[in-house]
């Protein structure tokens, strides 16, 4: 799985916030275990959500951001941020953390 860190600058109203944010590049093996794991509830209820952030979360796919994957999983933006950091250069996807 291909994460990588990108700094975006964003100015508003003469204040300048640097936003870190994970980019997540799924390979299409990694998706087809996410796409399994989600169809067959395969795992816990957390393993399964997990699976559609990531899924929702990758660029190739439906790129969503992090403020809309929060919405539509009831979750924490921090939440999600949490996955992608997680994901970041493993070789294993996130789905399996404690």
Not at 83 to 98: D, I, K
Request: with cysteine; proline share 2%; aromatic share 4%.
């Amino acid at each position: 799985m291909g994460v990588g860190l990108q700094n975006q600058t964003k100015s508003g109203q003469g204040s300048v916030m640097t936003e870190k944010k994970y980019i997540v590049r799924l390979t299409d093996g990694e998706r087809k275990v996410c796409a399994e794991v989600i169809s067959k509830l395969r795992g816990t209820g957390q393993k399964v959500r997990r699976a559609q952030m990531l899924l929702k979360a990758d660029v190739d796919g439906p790129a969503w951001t992090d403020a809309e994957i929060p919405d539509a999983f009831s979750c924490r933006r921090k939440t999600v941020e949490n996955v992608r950091t997680e994901s970041r250069g493993q070789e294993r996807m996130a789905l399996n953390r404690r």
